[in-house]
Structures are given as structure tokens and as C-alpha cells.
């Protein structure tokens, strides 16, 4: 089993920045890659960004130039930095990871309100 704790989400306005942390722990030797999520009230959840164990990082369109991932593997902690933040980023952030044996895990999720 692998547990993910989600932290940082909150309230900012529009043009704020916010660093999502999510700590990994369990039986985390056999974790691949790990992701970020979101989903907004009424939409299904999407990626955002993504890293794999080689540090090569992936990000949507929506966000690519305004958010960064990026993962600690001393802390076992993987790090979502998100700037010039807009109201259509409001959202529950989820991280996610996969491992060699096949299982997926989530975070319980944070939740991120951009105001205008």
C-alpha cells in the first residue's frame, strides 16, 4: 500500500501563486511516476502534470508555462508550483501514482479557489 497526503491548497487571487506539496509514504519502492490531477465542480478530473522516476515532467496545455512539477525523492515528495493563477484553476487537486506491480493510489485531494 501507498499512502499520498495532499497539502498547500487554499484561497489566492487571480495572479497568485501556490506550491501544492504530496508526501508519499508505505510501501513506496516500487512507485513509478507520479501525477497531478485536478477536477472542477461538474467536470471530470484531468492531469495537469506528471513526472516520472527520470525526472522528466509533462504538463496540459491549460497550464504549461504557469505551473511547475517537480519531486523531492529524499522526502519522497512531489511538488506542484503553480503561478499567475486563474479562476478557471479552481479545483480539487489530487495527486496520483502508479507502481511497477500495477496498482494505482490517490491523494485524498486539496482544494485550490482562485478568486477574480
Known amino acids: 500500500q501507498v499512502r499520498l497526503v495532499e497539502s498547500g491548497g487554499g484561497l489566492v487571487q487571480a495572479g497568485g501563486s501556490l506550491r501544492l506539496s504530496c508526501v508519499a509514504s508505505?510501501?513506496?519502492?516500487?512507485?513509478?511516476?507520479m501525477g497531478w490531477y485536478r477536477q472542477a465542480p461538474g467536470k471530470q478530473r484531468e492531469l495537469v502534470a506528471s513526472?516520472?522516476?527520470?525526472?522528466?515532467?509533462a504538463y496540459s496545455d491549460s497550464v504549461k508555462g504557469r505551473f511547475t512539477v517537480s519531486r523531492d525523492n529524499a522526502e519522497n515528495t512531489v511538488y506542484l508550483q503553480m503561478n499567475s493563477l486563474k479562476p478557471e484553476d479552481t479545483a480539487v487537486y489530487y495527486c496520483?501514482?502508479?507502481?511497477?506491480?500495477?496498482?494505482?493510489?490517490w491523494g485524498q485531494g486539496t482544494q485550490v479557489t482562485v478568486s477574480s
Open positions: 496520483n501514482t502508479a507502481t511497477v506491480f500495477g496498482n494505482l493510489y
Open positions: 513526472i516520472n522516476n527520470s525526472g522528466n515532467t
Open positions: 508505505g510501501r513506496i519502492f516500487g512507485i513509478t511516476g
